[in-house]
């Protein structure tokens, strides 16, 4: 068996979100008690669409900011910038041609990112998954938390993953380079996001809480201050009755259960156990309760954030650092694609 690493990343295009928090950065740092984890700033990315320069650098920044900010122990685990470890550029290439015309056509999210105007989009845009398996398979990583959005392109880099171990196969076993029969890739498994895996906006609840949501009100910036935060939720979308006492009580009414899912999420307990304390009371009294719990939660990773971001050279000597260490795990696996595939 392959030795347990979680591989993530998020891309430096937006301030992070309350959605970001609860439905990953939660659980990637849980997940540090029990596998080897490896946190990347995905900007190779973030450039499959235009980025303007100074804020594609201030964002990667920020995004290594909130990482470590909500909770990613540098002594622990490994938190790089992707375009410093030249290995995923490398990779990619690799998986380019491993992976079939007929895969990358059948991926959804780039007809939606691409939109009607698909002759226009960017050729990354279109290899944008095969680049996530590069970055994935580059650390033999076992274990992938990922979003709704992202489940086929893991599904991808398993494909990609199997068939360079069958089209190699004679090469990896002359070489001992197998894991038993399992092959020289693993092949990746999905994991469940956190304690609230899809949290939606506070101005619809039937949309996902999204940096691209032009309204500023639909979501909660991990920079925002304590009054903003209080803003945002008395002005949260609700309906007029009282909150349930049971979570059925819930159906057919997605901004009521985003709220009590969002402090379920903060508080780390289930949705039934909210609604045991608050159901039959009227949603002021929750939404004032839930004031208070987000800003205990938030504003201390805010103010962390704050205090990381004055010190620039401190985030750079993080991601330095981080690079070296993710380089010394993707060399030699590099290296051994390389042997394999005859270069
Ligand atoms: P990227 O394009 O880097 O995936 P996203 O902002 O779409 O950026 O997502 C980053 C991470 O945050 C992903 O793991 C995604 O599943 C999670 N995420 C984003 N929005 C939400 C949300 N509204 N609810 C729960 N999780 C979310
Ligand atoms: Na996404």
Redesign the pocket.
Known sequence: TFHQRVFSG??PTSTLHL??Y???LTNWVAMQQTHECIYCV?DMHAITMWQDPADLKRAIREVTAAYVAAGIDTKKSIIFNQSQVSGHAELAWICNCVARLGWMNRMTQFKEKAGKDRENASLGLYAYPSLMAADILLYKATHVP??E??KQHLELTRDIAQKFNNDFATEIAERNLGTGDLGFFPLPEPMT?GP????MSLRDGTK????SDPSDYSRINLTDDAETIAQKVRKAKTDAEALPSEEKGLEGRPEAENLVGIYAGLEGVTKAQVLSQFGGGQFSGFKAALVDLAVAKLAPIAGEMRRLLAEPAHIDAILGNGAERAQAIAAPILADVKDIIGF
């Open positions: 998020m891309q959605g970001n609860l439905g990953a995905v990922v979003g959005d992202q996001q609230a895996p899809r949290v996902k809480m999204s940096k």
